[in-house]
């Protein structure tokens, strides 16, 4: 058994005429982490929804396990639980409580009983530091409480990989170390996560690999070491020069 979890090949995401995504290649690994970073509109965010499906690729394979993902009959909504996401704009439910928050989904997803779910949700919402405002509605949390929450959703279900697109970025300022702090103790741990962010510490610091995106491609790949410190394409040169 290989320790891969995921494998993209040759992926292509066309919107009408405009193709977004071309020719992506990657690997994922468990325990890695893989941080995605590029301008906008080079097709990240359209890279992590073709990961889980969101937004189905136009052609390409997508190995789960070896297993195709886009074959007829496979199970997405198993799928979609083992390989989470993290929005840029947390998508709670704003009408229930943050504990309902992290147990609806796995009471109707998984199928977990009322109080093992519940218990889950204590323990991941500690780890995240929001075990004190369980009974809140997130109208009363700031955003980077809220994104902790929506992070813990996310973990509650045990995903093999968690996507994040750019989970700070809608964040004042003050809020942004606390959700990149509880990211990289959660890194700890061993999960495996794609990050698309624009936070270059932190994707130096906690990454084992990066990703430069542009124009819908990979234009280059490697060791935080490698693409902060030598970057070898100029249009990663240029990107990074904004950064330092
Ligand atoms: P990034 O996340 O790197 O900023 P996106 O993946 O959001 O980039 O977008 C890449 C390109 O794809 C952009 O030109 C965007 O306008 C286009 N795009 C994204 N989603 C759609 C869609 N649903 N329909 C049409 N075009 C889209
Ligand atoms: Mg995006």
């Known amino acids: 058994m290989t320790d891969t979890i995921l494998e993209v090949q040759n992926l292509q995401k066309k919107f009408g005429q405009h193709e977004v995504l071309r020719d992506i290649n990657l690997t994922v690994t468990k325990g890695e ?9 080079s097709g990240k965010s359209t890279l992590l929804r073709g990961l889980n499906l969101l937004e189905p690729p ?32 947390f998508n709670l439910f704003n009408n229930l409580t943050v504990l309902e928050n992290v147990v609806v989904p796995q009471v109707t997803v998984l199928k977990r009983d009322k109080a093992e779910a519940k218990a889950k949700a204590i323990a991941v919402l500690k780890q995240l530091g929001m075990d004190p405002f ?44 606390d959700v990149l ?51 070898q394409q100029a249009v990663t040169q240029d990107f990074l020069k904004r950064y330092l």
Do not use: C
């Open 58 to 89: 136009t052609s390409g394979t997508i190995l789960f396990h070896g297993e195709n993902v886009l074959a007829d009959g496979f199970n997405l909504t198993q799928y979609r639980a083992k390989v989470g996401m993290v929005f840029q704009s």
């Open 134 to 177: 369980v009974n809140a509605k997130p109208a009363q949390l700031s955003g980077g409480q809220k994104q902790r929450v929506a992070i813990a959703r996310s973990v509650a279900m045990d995903p093999e990989v968690l996507l994040f697109d750019e989970p700070t970025s809608a964040l004042d300022p003050e809020m942004v170390d």
């Open 181 to 231: 702090n509880a990211m990289t103790d959660l890194a700890k741990t061993g999960l495996t996560m794609i990050v698309v962010t624009h936070e270059m510490q932190f994707a130096r610091d906690v990454s084992d690999t990066v990703l430069f995106m542009n124009e819908g491609v990979v234009a280059e790949q490697g060791t935080p070491e490698q693409i902060f410190g030598d970057p």
């Open 33 to 41: 982490v893989l941080s995605i970073i590029g301008r906008s509109g």
